[in-house]
């Protein structure tokens, strides 16, 4: 083989192997986008009364994660007024969020990470009966 040959192969196989990295939108393009929400924990009163609003309340240092399938691609902690915000590839996720303290429940919610920010609530179980 002559070494033109075997340039223009080397160099045919470099660029095809950069071209299989990934599609548009695909995880391997370099695109982030954004999701942003608050953690709340309902119920927030042992017994509501008509006329007498018992709203959730937020949920600080709360556990959030991005799984892709059964893999974590980001976490975070809630600040102290349940909100959280995370960076992530473009690509769906599950988010997940889960309560602090004695009693330990999760909530989910899947998404869509793309150009456009998501914005989502996640409610918890308080415990409270």
Known sequence: MSEVKRSVLVLLAAVLSLCACGGP???????????TGFVLSA?????????????PRPVPGAAVVALDGEAVRGSTLTDG?????LTLPDGRYVIKASNVGGYVSTATEPVVISKTPVHI????DSGIR
């Open 43 to 55: 119920p927030a009163c042992p017994v509501e009364r008509v006329g007498q609003e018992c709203p």
């Open 25 to 35: 939108g695909g995880p391997d393009t370099g695109r982030t986008g954004v999701v």
């Open 81 to 85: 007024a349940g909100a959280f915000h």
């Open 121 to 124: 609530t996640l409610v918890v």
